[in-house]
């Protein structure tokens, strides 16, 4: 709704910097003026607004379509000089605008090779590259003219329009033969050839634009490809910066390992321009800025480790959270790097931030907890859940427990969280689900009770989403009865219960997040210890199936905005079982990412 509403006021502020609007009087002359004014800016600008939405525009000379804002994005094709396009959006930093083609080929291309002005570009609203897509496909001429075999464009004999990075410029490799059978590639761009398949590892060597290298395997992910660059260094490249295609690359072996730096390469005797060690920079936080829209979904991760990003990389995920607990006296500079380490990797992050109960009634405790959470914004987190489970005692001083009073709390970081960075997601702190104490009282509260609460203080001013934790269910999130245990009624045992309860208290007013959301399995473990025997007989299958599901659903229900599974990686098992809800299982396997990316 609000898109539609800007694009309007963007065709109005039109008519205004013409002098148009309110000169005539009368339906008929209205319209014909509009018409007159919009043919009059297409063959100005070779762009106008579309009936349903988007800037109508065509290429002004062949350009390369990729598949984010960036020429570290894979190279999806061509795009040649005429061809039509909608575009809805343009990237936060500039420079590229997303669009979609006549058959309905959705990408993003350099802004400078459309036929629209700046002043049009610069209305166009800004996107992520997982806001989601909802124009048509246009009628017009032109189609996207896929990259062809050996990596080279069919039709397209000239350099595509692409900026190149901004890299220090390496000497061209030094010439030699490369291994044969491998397959042969060109590098797009400047290319870091890194020790592992993640870009927290070593750079070992830099190839420039039009390389070729002798291609040998790929990691599970299809995000990075192993190869030998000309003068014998072999390491790991990100398919984002080759000339290659999606089939190219599932075609390729998975390998593990099996880096390598030339010896010519790294003794004082190496040829003139070979590739040469190059140690990594230092990781730097990365702040972002831009809006968050639409339904996304990620896990709560242990570490960032290859085997965790390969995995949440399979499954679709684009968000990460992590849990930090504040101790009075700390600065935010604590959180930096888990906010780095999540955007370099491409993820981006929500931190659950919980302070200490036993700290919680130390005079200025509020005010400095959100200085907290509000330096943490500034520093970058794309969403902060302000505390965790405050209707219990273990999370919030025992008999203390008061709806009321979490939300001064949440006012006061809210406040600061939007002063250091409007764009920073505010979810309220998730209650535990439970209906242990039958209502709520200072000694703790049942979930339902609780936010019913927080909604009478008027807890939907401070915050941009409400909190859910659902990690009790033992059936498929499309069921609403039939939990074999005993009150299978109550709401927390399903998914919709949990889902139509904490959206209605709040009548809508805000959409939902939820910051954990799982199903147990001991599959691979030993019996779950009493507490949490409900879960013994839910197989690893059900668990992939129903996470799946619950994504789904969570998608198309117009309530949830996030998504966070709890949990990726997790190996704990004990009394609490952390381990039997991790996607990633016993051996590596992970059925509940194959189920959510495919």
């Not at 104490?437 to 979930?447: N, R």
């Not at 927080?454 to 059936?475: F, T």
């Not at 809508?508 to 199903?519: M, N, Q, S, V």
Request: glycine content about 14%; some cysteine.
């Amino acid at each position: 709704m609000w898109g539609r509403m800007a694009k309007h006021q963007q065709a109005r502020f039109v008519l205004r910097r013409f002098g148009l609007f309110g000169v005539m009087n009368g339906m008929w002359m209205r319209r014909f003026l509009l018409v007159g004014t919009l043919l009059a800016i297409l063959a100005l600008t070779g762009a106008a607004l579309a009936q349903d939405g988007g800037l109508l525009t065509t290429i002004s000379k062949t350009a390369r379509f990729r598949s984010g804002p960036g020429t570290e994005w894979f190279w999806q094709g061509n795009l040649e000089a005429g061809t039509t396009i909608l575009l809805d959006g343009r990237a936060p930093g500039g420079g590229w605008v997303r669009g979609i083609t006549p058959d309905a080929k959705v990408g993003w291309v350099i802004d400078s090779a459309v036929n629209a002005s700046a002043e049009q570009i610069a209305a166009l609203p800004s996107v992520w590259v997982d806001t989601p897509f909802t124009l048509a496909a246009p009628a017009g001429n032109g189609s996207l003219i896929p990259v062809g075999p050996g990596g080279q464009p069919s039709g397209d004999p000239q350099p595509a329009t692409d900026p190149q990075p901004a890299q220090p410029q390496a000497p061209a490799p030094a010439a030699g033969p490369l291994p044969e059978g491998g397959l042969q590639i060109e590098a797009g761009s400047n290319v870091n050839i890194r020790q592992e398949p993640n870009t927290n590892s070593p750079i070992i060597a830099r190839i420039t634009t039009g390389t070729i290298v002798s291609l040998d395997g790929r990691d599970p992910s299809q995000q990075w490809v192993r190869g030998t660059v000309p003068g014998g260094t072999k390491g790991w490249m990100s398919v984002r910066f080759l000339v290659i295609t999606a089939q190219q690359v599932v075609s390729l072996p998975i390998v593990e390992g099996g880096a390598s730096v030339a010896v010519a390469a790294a003794s004082s005797s190496a040829p003139a321009g070979a590739p040469t060690p190059i140690p990594a920079a230092p990781a730097a936080p990365i702040v972002a800025t831009t809006p968050i829209r639409g339904f996304s979904y990620g896990g709560h991760a242990s570490g960032l480790g290859e085997q965790t990003v390969n995995a949440m990389r399979l499954a679709g995920m684009t968000w990460v959270k992590k849990q930090v607990r504040y101790f009075q006296g700390q600065t935010a500079d604590v959180v930096s790097g888990l906010i780095a380490d999540a955007h370099s990797q491409g993820f981006r992050i929500l931190l659950g931030i919980v302070g200490s109960p036993g700290e919680l009634n130390n005079g200025g405790y509020f005010d400095q907890y959100a200085a907290f959470v509000g330096g943490a914004a500034a520093l970058g987190a794309d969403a902060i859940e302000v505390w965790n489970e405050p209707n219990i005692d273990r999370e919030w001083p025992t008999g203390q427990i008061d709806p009321a009073r979490f939300t001064q709390l949440l006012a006061a970081a809210y406040n600061a969280i939007k002063g250091a960075n409007p764009n920073t997601l505010v979810i309220s702190g998730a209650p535990a689900p439970t209906g242990f104490f039958g209502g709520c009282s200072a000694q703790g509260c049942d979930d339902n009770a609780f936010v019913a609460g927080m909604a009478a203080a008027g807890a939907a001013r401070y915050m941009d989403c409400v909190g859910v934790h659902y990690n009790e269910g033992i059936v498929g999130p499309d069921q609403t009865s039939g939990d074999p245990r005993g009150s299978s009624g109550y709401y927390t045992r399903y998914f919709w219960g949990m889902v139509n309860t904490y959206y209605n208290a709040f009548r809508g007013a805000r959409p939902l997040c939820f910051t954990e959301l799982g199903y147990l399995t001991p599959e691979g473990f030993p019996p779950l210890p009493g507490g949490f025997a409900w879960a013994q007989n839910v197989t690893v299958a059900q668990q992939a199936a129903w996470l799946d599901r619950a994504v789904q659903l969570s998608r198309s229900s117009g309530k949830v905005k996030l998504l966070i599974i709890w949990n990726v990686d997790f190996t704990n098992y004990g009394d609490d079982p952390m381990g039997g809800y991790a996607i990633i299982r016993p051996g590596g396997a992970c059925p509940a990412c194959e189920a959510l990316g495919s």
